[in-house]
């Protein structure tokens, strides 16, 4: 039972910012988003790596860092347009550059900047404030804004706590589900992690061996939308080697509004480990580098999981529905060939060595994965498959995250065979619905001939 009040402010979210083809406006229809997703998803791999929408943020946190008179914003905001302008045609498909868009836009209005004026060059980016201290214990934060803002505190007396969920992306890159199934997928490219109503996620994975279809993370957008008076719409924006401690806008909490403090970007490590904690939807991110790669983990209650946008089926989101069946890779009948072969590794397309037997990736990975389950597993296929001993410590994140985020530690690890039953389960369903599908087209055979005659 949800609370009256939650209800109602989460029904009049309205996101700022699109992604896809979903939107506010009309509702194409299945072919028409069939033909828009697939030039978008074809061109979205060749111009997310050249995108440089980061350094344009970066320059305008610079030039914006002191306050000063309100021309020189004016002045750093339309150098940081004439900057996001130069990378349209590299970022047309990047979150952080439509979100950037829209910054600009809100931010020009609420300052009566003008458009047309002097611009000027940024300066040397400052470095990044200390990190803030600890987030107050939950019940010391009533002063943080109102009830709605509190994920639990705004659920009605008497009802059982929500069931939280998680979902983890790591490695090369295995994924776990919010219903706990787990995959190794191919997806190079950008690929939603997430989208509902509060929040929308994108990884991009690039190739981690050339000649190899081994991909890792070496990209991550998040966009937390608006929410009444909890928090403003906020991008956080990671890729290799870049792994900020604030928001794109360089805030570490939602904004101006009263709740503003129930959305917060922690650093726990400078360059390695962020948690973002959105209170308000009850929600914990983690996000890892990893050598030169990102990891990525959530803790989400199943509300808002499953708070899909009218008109919006989700089938593309990884952590709702898992990787393509055209984009998966069975990784038991890879190791099986190596254990088989017994001899130094091979990438997954059959050429090249990478340092690695069998054997001796195994004893790696048992170092920090004494538990022979599908995280162990997906250790020793990431060293077989690329020979980057970083993902040894990738797979072992994934699963200390999993122990802090997951709900349910009888569900910690997922063996092979829960895999199997679980992929079976899936095979029953689609036979089922083929055998109904074409049951019904029996009887509408049998129809027609009998009006016929």
Not at 299 to 327: A, F, I, K, T
Request: net charge neutral; glycine share 6%.
């Amino acid at each position: 039972m949800q609370s009256p009040s939650l209800t109602r402010e989460r029904s009049e979210v309205r996101p700022r910012a699109g992604w896809m083809v979903m939107g506010e406006r009309g509702r194409p229809s299945a072919l028409e988003v069939c033909r828009v997703l697939a030039v978008f998803l074809s061109l979205l791999p060749s111009v997310s790596l050249q995108c440089k929408i980061l350094k344009c943020n970066s320059e305008f946190w610079a030039s914006t860092s002191n306050s000063g008179p309100e021309e020189e914003f004016c002045t750093a905001l339309r150098t940081y347009n004439s900057c996001v302008r130069r990378t349209a045609r590299t970022c047309r498909g990047d979150l952080a550059y439509h979100s950037a868009q829209h910054g600009i836009e809100d931010l020009m209005s609420q300052h009566n900047c003008s458009k047309e004026g002097p611009t000027s060059q940024p300066r040397a980016r400052t470095p990044l404030p200390p990190p803030p201290p600890p987030l107050l214990p939950d019940s010391q934060e009533h002063s943080d804004g109102p009830e709605v803002c509190h994920y639990e505190r705004s659920l009605p007396r008497n009802t059982s706590p929500p069931n939280y969920t998680h979902c983890g992306f790591f490695g090369d890159p295995h994924l776990r589900t919010f219903g706990d199934d787990f995959q190794t997928c191919r997806v190079e490219g950008a690929w939603p992690l997430i989208h509902n109503k509060y929040l929308s996620v994108q990884v991009t994975n690039t190739p981690v061996v050339p000649g190899s279809l081994a991909t890792a993370t070496s990209k991550l957008t998040i966009i937390f939308k608006n929410f009444q008076e909890c928090v403003d719409q906020k991008t956080y924006h990671a890729e290799t080697d870049e792994l900020p401690a604030a928001f794109a806008d360089g805030s570490k909490n939602g904004g101006d509004r009263h709740g503003a403090n129930t959305l917060r970007v922690v650093e726990k490590v400078p360059g390695q480990h962020v948690e973002i904690q959105a209170r308000y939807i009850g929600t914990t991110i983690v996000v890892r580098q990893v050598g030169r790669y990102l990891t990525f983990a959530v803790r989400m209650p199943e509300e808002v999981v499953n708070s899909v946008e009218e008109g919006d089926n989700q089938d593309l989101y990884l952590c709702l529905h898992g990787c393509p069946v055209n984009q998966r890779i069975d990784f038991s009948n890879f190791r099986a060939r190596a254990a088989e072969a017994h001899s130094v590794s091979r990438t997954r397309s059959g050429t090249g060595t990478h340092g690695f037997t069998y054997q001796s990736a195994k004893a790696k990975c048992k170092e920090r994965l004494p538990v022979e389950d599908l995280y162990f597993q997906s250790c020793v296929f990431d060293l077989l498959s690329s020979g980057d001993i970083n993902f040894t410590m990738a797979a072992y994140y994934a699963f200390e995250d999993v122990k802090m985020l997951h709900s349910n530690s009888k569900r910690y690890h997922i063996f092979e065979k829960d895999a199997f039953m679980s992929n079976a389960a899936q095979r029953g369903k689609d036979l089922l619905s083929l055998f109904l599908f074409n049951f019904l087209a029996v009887l509408l055979w049998i129809e027609c001939c009998t009006v016929l005659l």
